[in-house]
């Protein structure tokens, strides 16, 4: 039976489990088709790619890209890209390159709040320390008992508007979409409920996103309330955006886990047509 999850993580960015392992949970719990989407890396892919073909996983070539729009980061995810794509892989180069100096000035605010050790702590977290970012922070502080959550380590701190969220510049929108049309994939903007914009902010990145050439918007992820999934298939419909859907997979216990995902409501356009998946 066909059941896409367009949206996880490895540890080859913020998830917990490596490639393989990631396949290999997806296989085991019904996923047919798969796009690994790391975090501005597709360091995973090839790994990912031996473990489907030997789960009879379908997989597709992902990528999730750190995006600063009007003060905001957004989530812009690749679908089908070809990671050998010189410009694209320039560009997601980089959108990493600040990552390790962004983590000392991360570090150096929870040193001013008397809670030291914590660049020392990420790293040990961090698969891949090229990316490094909150959540192996989060991670860290949750191990070394000084909150009870991930959720909480985001709220006290890490959050947008918490005082170890430091300032950073990601990627252009429009430069995230070129790169990934260049690589011959497809742009989706992540769990757009995620971002606490208003309606007419919404409507402002989607209308850019589109005249860039984006292709979709995830409508049933993990990171959306139920009643978001018909409000989101309205906002693709209006844009004339295809709707795409996946878990956002990051750790077992920590996160929505791999496929089990409602179906996109009616009226939506999947992506996965334009992917010429079925
Ligand atoms: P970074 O790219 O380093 O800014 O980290 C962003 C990542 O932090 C996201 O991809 C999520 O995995 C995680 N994250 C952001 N906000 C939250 C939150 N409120 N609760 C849990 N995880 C979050
Ligand atoms: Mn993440
Ligand atoms: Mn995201
Ligand atoms: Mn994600």
């Not at 977290?125 to 070394?144: D, K, Q, W, Y």
């Not at 298939?233 to 409602?262: C, I, N, Q, T, V």
């Amino acid at each position: 039976m066909f059941n896409p999850d367009l949206h996880c993580h490895s540890n080859i960015s913020d998830g917990t489990l490596a490639p393989a392992v990631v396949v290999a949970r997806a296989a085991r719990r019904g996923v047919s088709t798969l796009a690994l989407t790391d975090h501005d890396d597709t360091g995973g892919l090839a790994e990912a790619a031996t473990a489907a073909a030997v789960r009879g996983v379908q997989l597709i070539n992902g990528v999730e890209i750190s995006v600063s729009w009007r003060e905001q980061t957004i989530h812009v995810v690749g679908l089908g890209i070809d990671p050998g794509h010189l410009q694209f892989q320039a560009g997601l180069a980089a959108t990493r390159a600040g990552r390790e100096e962004r983590a000392q000035r991360m570090a150096a605010v929870f040193d001013s709040l008397g809670i030291e050790g914590t660049l020392a702590g990420a790293q040990r977290f961090a698969g891949n320390p090229r990316m490094i970012g909150r959540t192996h922070f989060a991670r860290h502080l949750v191990e070394s008992g000084r909150v009870n959550s991930i959720k909480d380590a985001f709220r006290r701190w890490l959050g947008a508007g918490r005082p170890c969220q430091v300032e950073q510049r990601w990627a252009a929108l429009g430069d995230a979409v070129a790169w990934i049309k260049g690589a011959g994939g497809l742009a989706v903007v992540a769990h757009p409920g995620r971002y606490g914009l208003a309606p007419a902010q919404l409507r402002a990145l989607l209308g850019e996103f589109r005249d860039h050439g984006g292709a979709a918007i995830e409508v049933v992820t993990g990171s959306h309330q139920p009643q978001e999934f018909a409000m989101f298939a309205k906002y693709a419909a209006e844009f004339g955006l295809a709707a795409s859907a996946g878990s956002d997979f990051h750790a077992p216990d920590e996160s929505r886990d791999l496929g089990g995902l409602p179906k996109l409501p009616a009226g939506c356009d999947p992506v996965w047509r334009q992917l010429g998946l079925h």
